[in-house]
T-cell receptor, first 114, second 115 residues
Framework: NAGVTQTPKFRVLKTGQSMTLLCAQDMNHEYMYWYRQDPGMGLRLIHYSVGEGTTAKGEVPDGYNVSRLKKQNFLLGLESAAPSQTSVYFC?????????????FGDGTRLSIL | DQQVKQNSPSLSVQEGRISILNCDYTNSMFDYFLWYKKYPAEGPTFLISISSIKDKNEDGRFTVFLNKSAKHLSLHIVPSQPGDSAVYFCAASLDINFGNEKLTFGTGTRLTIIP
């Protein structure tokens, strides 16, 4: 049971570089989410998707873009990385938005921007 | 503004005693609440939930209490075990009429169970 898989697990970038974080789920879930976790800030929603081909902004969307071309994949892009984007990023998926069916999380991507 | 708040960043409890984790919210349109547990280097996992039509929900050693008038919920763990040491997040979902497709998470409380 793979569940939600995030790649890569760790990455170090220089300021201004770009990269894409990949999230893949094998549970046929409609809803997918990207969060960031920072000390003292909890989990903050960056972007989310309620189905293939859809995306929506969350609480902290600036500096990030997302795409959901296939139902099982949700990509998070950083076009020009900044030190403020140093964080642990979590992807999650759910069949109902996390209300009656919990959100299932990946194990995170630790990203450092120098 | 933080709509879901966990005012205690950390809590230490002796093994076998009761652990009480608290969570406050400000948005009266939240009507479904959840607790997630997170171990280091892992993603959060769902623990227990409660609908606003109830004031209590139990699952084994875990009980969640909801006080709607005070906009407060708490998670009780009895008895506490070393494996309960983790970060606990409370989360809230809006009423279906206001967009229940996402959750709002609190800042988390690190629980340490002392053997």
């Amino acid at each position: 049971n793979a569940g939600v898989t995030q790649t890569p697990k760790f990455r170090v970038l220089k300021t201004g570089q770009s990269m894409t974080l990949l999230c893949a789920q094998d549970m046929n879930h409609e809803y997918m989410y990207w969060y960031r976790q920072d000390p003292g800030m909890g989990l903050r929603l960056i972007h989310y998707s309620v189905g293939e081909g859809t995306t929506a902004k969350g609480e902290v969307p600036d500096g990030y873009n997302v795409s959901r071309l296939k139902k099982q994949n949700f990509l998070l892009g950083l076009e020009s990385a900044a030190p403020s984007q140093t964080s642990v990023y979590f992807c999650a998926s759910s069949s109902t938005g996390g209300r009656f069916e919990p959100q299932h999380f990946g194990d995170g991507t630790r990203l450092s921007i120098l | 503004d933080q709509q879901v708040k966990q005012n205690s960043p950390s809590l230490s409890v002796q093994e076998g005693r009761i652990s009480i984790l608290n969570c406050d919210y400000t948005n009266s349109m939240f009507d479904y609440f959840l607790w997630y547990k997170k171990y280091p280097a892992e993603g959060p996992t769902f623990l227990i939930s409660i609908s606003s039509i109830k004031d209590k929900n139990e699952d084994g050693r875990f009980t969640v209490f909801l006080n709607k008038s005070a906009k407060h919920l708490s998670l009780h763990i009895v008895p506490s075990q070393p494996g309960d040491s983790a970060v606990y997040f409370c989360a809230a979902s809006l009423d279906i009429n206001f967009g229940n497709e996402k959750l709002t998470f609190g800042t988390g409380t690190r629980l340490t169970i002392i053997p």
